[in-house]
């Protein structure tokens, strides 16, 4: 089933939030392969995480990434009005289903 | 440029079929598992089907299984998505991506390339 992750998060510019993704030993917490997406209103999925904690080419360093047993975490420095948009954390899965997203979350800027 | 465009969607009455298709440009599209994942509106994205890199294993969700084919022509740089049986809670954005590994069997490294998507509606 779905990774666990709060609906919503805010915060004001500037600051610092987190969100958790939260699964089993048989996915986020089996292996490195856990990922971070970010959406915007009609757009398609970006990635900006993966392997936990590794940004792709042209991702803001203000992204980052860990994890802690079967919990992953995406951590927004600074925040900025142009992270407004849904994420979804995403983790390869050693059952007979490859892959499982997250719930999502909606992060908001206040 | 790496580009993945979808094609296909469109309204459908339940139980019908619809192909979808999804042309890749710019990377050689041979040597990677391509994804299928879809959104409902206003929903959550949901994985639905993997193929690996040369077309031999396929992977689905639960919710498709059975009703969906994933299959691909690796000649044409095109990714399918052959969906039977519809039904109404089918109806969403269908997106293809490729997996971020090359080589694999069924991904799942993430997903590093996506298209624009496909909105495909079922309703009578």
């Known amino acids: 089933s779905a990774l666990a992750q709060p609906p919503s998060v805010s915060g004001s510019p500037g600051q610092s939030i987190t969100i958790s993704c939260t699964g089993t030993s048989s996915d986020v917490g089996g292996d490195i392969y856990v990922s971070w997406y970010q959406q915007h209103p009609g757009k398609a999925p970006k990635l900006i995480i993966y392997e936990v904690s590794n940004r792709p080419s042209g991702v803001s360093n203000r992204f980052s990434g860990s994890k802690s047993g079967n919990t992953a975490s995406l951590t927004i420095s600074g925040l900025q009005a142009e992270d407004e948009a849904d994420y979804y954390c995403g983790s390869y899965t050693s059952t007979s289903i490859p892959y499982v997203f997250g719930t999502g979350t909606e992060v908001a800027v206040l | 440029q790496v580009h993945l465009v979808e094609s296909g969607g469109g309204v459908v009455q339940p139980g019908r079929s619809q192909r979808l298709s999804c042309a890749a440009s710019g990377f050689t599209f041979s040597s990677y598992a391509m994804h299928w994942v879809r959104q409902a509106p206003g929903k959550g994205l949901e994985w639905v089907a993997v193929?690996?890199?040369?077309?031999?294993?396929?992977y689905y969700a639960d919710s498709v299984k059975g009703r969906f084919t994933i299959s691909r022509d690796n000649s044409k740089n095109t990714l399918y998505l052959q969906m039977n049986s519809l039904r109404a809670e089918d109806t969403a954005v269908y997106y293809c991506?490729?997996?971020?590994?090359?080589?694999?069997?069924?991904?799942?490294?993430?997903?590093?390339?996506w298209g624009q998507g496909t909105t495909v509606t079922v309703s009578s």
């Open positions: 193929i690996s890199y040369h077309g031999a294993n396929k």
């Open positions: 991506a490729r997996d971020r590994v090359v080589d694999t069997i069924r991904g799942g490294y993430g997903m590093d390339v």
